[in-house]
Structure formats: structure tokens, C-alpha cells
């Protein structure tokens, strides 16, 4: 199976992804992108940092599963998922992945609906402001505008119409981080452990 937490920015996803790892033994998969690494980040635990010249040639050796664009203030930023034998659906293992709603569709499309088990993270757009803030603040260069472009752009992604449309009716509510990870624990079957 392949877990799959999305949700807007700031929403607590990397707090929650590294804990799930941590506790259930599920396999993590890495993706892909050609935008800076930010401090604190390393190369093959966040992301794969590669070129565009390199993303470039695994698509055209048919290798990307999804792939998708931000046109930021700092030029344009693609994410890719790869089909780079991360993943094998054959196996007894379990995933968890993070990304985005459009990426999580395109990764159910490819792998199945049966096989793709999704976790929408939601805060309150006060809180999500707050935390954004905070994290940009710590980076040598604070990149305010793309912070500010990210977050309205968030809201029209993930409006309800777009969730609704996607099929994600169960909200994970990010205000007490504990109960949010034991819900998922409990939703996935996880929470002997």
C-alpha cells in the first residue's frame, strides 16, 4: 500500500511524514525536483536535487509517473515523481509519500485506487500563515514572495470543490500534532504499534 499525505503548506506534512516513517516502518520515497535545496535539506532524504537537463532525460526515457510546474517568483520549479524502482507493488512493503493533490491523483491514476490510501492535512490558514512565516524566516535569504504566491495558490488547489471532486472526504486535522499522527495510526490500521 501507498500512503499519500498531502495538504497546503505549512500544513505540518513533513513534521507528520517523518514521524510516520519513524513509527510504522513504512518505506519512504523520494521524489524529485529542480529547485534549490533549502537549508537544513540534504540531497536523496527530502528530495532528489537534479537539473532540468536531467529530468529532462528521465522523461524521455518514459520514467516520470507525474510530473508538475510551479512558475515561482524565482523561476519555474518542477517535481517529479520517478519510476526508479522506489516502488515495487508486488512486494509486502508499504510506502509513504508526500506531495500535493495533483500529484497524489496522478500517482492513485498509476498505481490504482485500491493501492493509493490518501492522508489530506488541513490547518486552519492562521496557523498555516504563522508557520509559514516562521520557516521562511529561518533561511539565509527569506523568499517572502514565494511564500506569499504558495499560499494563495494553495487555497485554489485545495479548495473543497477540488477535494470533493478527488474523492477525499476524511480531513486530518493539524492543530494537536499527537492526535493528528494517532488518527492516522488508527485509519491505516497502525496504531498497535
Not at 537544513?40 to 537534479?50: D, S
Not at 498555516?128 to 535569504?141: G, N, V
Request: glycine share 8%.
Amino acid at each position: 500500500m501507498i500512503y499519500y499525505i498531502f495538504g497546503k503548506s505549512a500544513s505540518g506534512k513533513d513534521t507528520i511524514y517523518k514521524r510516520l516513517i519513524a513509527e510504522t516502518g513504512w518505506r519512504r520515497v523520494v521524489p524529485y525536483t529542480t529547485r534549490p535545496i533549502r537549508d537544513g535539506e540534504k540531497e536523496g532524504v527530502e528530495y532528489h536535487f537534479i537539473s532540468r537537463g536531467a529530468l529532462k532525460k528521465l522523461r524521455e526515457d518514459g520514467r516520470v509517473i507525474e510530473e508538475r510546474v510551479y512558475h515561482t517568483v524565482y523561476g519555474d520549479w518542477y517535481y517529479a515523481t520517478v519510476d526508479d524502482g522506489q516502488i515495487k507493488p508486488s512486494g509486502e512493503d508499504d510506502y509513504l509519500m508526500i506531495g500535493v493533490l495533483s500529484s497524489f491523483l496522478s500517482i492513485r491514476a498509476y498505481y490504482g485506487k485500491d493501492y493509493v490510501f490518501p492522508i489530506y492535512i488541513e490547518v486552519p490558514d492562521a496557523i498555516r500563515l504563522e508557520r509559514a512565516t516562521k520557516r521562511e524566516m529561518q533561511e539565509k535569504i527569506p523568499k517572502l514572495e514565494e511564500m506569499k504566491r504558495r499560499f494563495l495558490a494553495d487555497n485554489q488547489d485545495f479548495s473543497e470543490e477540488n477535494l470533493r471532486k478527488a474523492g477525499i472526504g476524511k480531513h486530518y486535522q493539524n492543530i494537536d500534532l499527537e492526535g493528528c499522527i494517532y488518527e492516522i495510526l488508527e485509519d491505516t490500521g497502525k496504531s498497535h504499534l
